[in-house]
């Protein structure tokens, strides 16, 4: 594709529930970032894949954040028992290789209710 | 910890002025980025610097890192309405083998009115 896609666009939850984030990265590119975005907080990195291997998770706030990358290509962030602090958006990245420039897609905007 | 700080954080200023954003970060970088965000949108990379005096520039904007000081500026010139949007500055730390994470300042929005 043209660009880094994510789906849904919004995604509103109830308390408690589990929600799955999807991102379709920029073809070819190696490398797949997530970050969050909340007003309280910033930008602030997630975690990082090099191909379907995730070397660096340190910023998944807790063990109910996961994430995994399939065929090197697409990701899904996965929040279980999801807290109304998860509210914000995620925003997805791709680069061609670690280190490159970092493209970012649309995000979803995530409310828990 | 690699710390990046904006300022300032809100800027307001007329058509045709010009301005400066600075961003400050906290210890030695690979590299440092601009990017600009609409409401609602997601970010846009506008400038990528890589060495001590780097200078780019694109339409009324142009940017340059000084790594000694460990300091970058945003510098706008005669400003339009279009380049209203809130601006970051993220920077990516070398220790530690760490050449991806991508650290934000706060963001600066910038209002430019007629």
Known sequence: GAGVSQSPSNKVTEKGKDVELRCDPISGHTALYWYRQSLGQGLEFLIYFQGNSAPDKSGLPSDRFSAERTGGSVSTLTIQRTQQEDSAVYLCASSVSSGGTQYFGPGTRLTVL | ?114
């Open chain 2, 1 to 114: 910890e690699l710390k990046v700080e904006q300022n300032p954080l809100f800027l307001s200023m007329q058509e045709g002025k010009n301005y400066t954003i600075y961003c400050n970060y906290s210890t030695t970088s690979d590299r440092l980025y601009w990017y600009r965000q609409d409401p609602g949108k997601s970010l846009e990379s506008l400038f990528v610097l890589l060495s001590n005096g780097a200078v780019k520039q694109e339409g009324r904007l142009m940017a340059s890192l000084d790594t000694k000081a460990r300091l970058s500026t945003l510098h706008i010139t005669a400003a339009v309405h279009d380049l209203s949007a809130t601006y970051f500055c993220a920077v990516v730390g070398n220790s530690g083998g760490s050449n991806y994470k991508l650290t934000f300042g706060k963001g600066t929005l910038l209002t430019v009115n007629p």
